[in-house]
């Protein structure tokens, strides 16, 4: 290659040598600074898309997660008061057992039951969390729904139209296992034994319906039985006047075996509703555990997209920086080499 005063060769060989080691060195430099490989869509498109959907379905997910959260604290809420609320329910059975001991002062009994009976609404209408409560309710409030839903999961999928997500919702049946109901008159409830609307449907401890029908008593009402077999154990309201409570102060031992009958089968049902419950918070446990193991995916498989190996970038770095000094070195020989030229002319 011949020499030139206007043109040195060697020297832009060596120029672009040396840029394109201080780009490598830039970009690896990058990668070391924010630890990630694909940075941008500049970086890689299609990773850079693909992780940014991603990292979008985890807020998603975390969301879901909170919500899931919330669900659980109310189905605990609801499983803490039944509980507490079938503790007290035995202990109402026991002291009608007790009346059914012969000379027993009733009256003194009663002032217990109606203790127990203030508990009952207690612990019914203190089980509540965020404004929501499971086991005292109004069935003829506007805001009431038999079935409450909790969000349990979030997932895209490609459809007919591109990406479509989706929020899938947890039920939760109310109406299987509230308590005490506001609405007395019946009219947008149902009767947790039968099913059907009517002044019954007061919850599991307002409405209570023997298991045999009040034959004996000519179908006349008889203490605070109806006539046809239903016995409240608790209302809503101390002053509500839907059907008596169960008052034993001049009550025969007819009755107090029909009573005793009720808060037992009151008891079996609240125990059938405990295990709903019980059962649905587990499954929102599972759910919950669930989401959080596929947040932990999605971030690795993030990290697997777009992080940087900062073992490989730290020797990729240390290589560069002595080709740095190499194209240094280089460029400076390139440029000198033409001062040679002027020993030719003295």
Known sequence: MANSINTNFAAQTALQSLNSINKNMLTTQNRISTGLRVASAEDSAAYWSMATSMRADNKSLSAVNDALGIGAAMIDTAYTGMNAAIDVVKEMGSLLVAARQPGVNKADIQTEIDELQNQLRTISKSASIAGE??????????????????????????????????????????????????????????????????????????????????????????????????????????????????????????????????????????????????????????????????????????????????????TRLQALQVQQQLGIQALSIANSSSQNILSLFR
């Open 133 to 314: 409560n499971w086991l005292a309710v109004d069935t003829g409030g506007a805001s009431y729904q038999a079935s409450e839903s909790v969000v349990a999961s979030f997932s895209r999928s490609t459809g007919e139209f591109g990406s479509q997500v989706s929020v899938g919702t947890m039920s939760v049946s109310v109406s299987t296992f509230f308590l005490l109901d506001a609405n007395t008159d019946g009219a947008a409830g149902s009767d947790p034994d039968t099913g059907s609307a009517g002044p019954e449907a007061l919850g599991i401890l307002g409405s209570t319906r023997l298991t045999r029908a009040d034959s004996d008593a000519g179908g006349v009402a008889r203490g605070s039985i109806d006539a046809a077999g239903t016995i409240v154990l608790v209302n809503y309201d101390v002053d509500t006047a839907a059907t008596a409570e169960i008052d034993i102060t001049n009550a025969t031992d007819e009755e107090l075996e029909d009573y005793i009958q009720a808060v037992d089968a009151a008891l079996t049902e609240m125990t059938g509703a405990a295990t709903i419950v019980g059962s649905t918070k587990k499954r929102i446990d599972i759910q919950k555990s669930f989401v959080g193991n596929l947040m932990d995916a999605l971030d690795r498989s993030i990290s697997t997209l777009v992080d940087a190996d900062m073992n490989a970038e730290s």
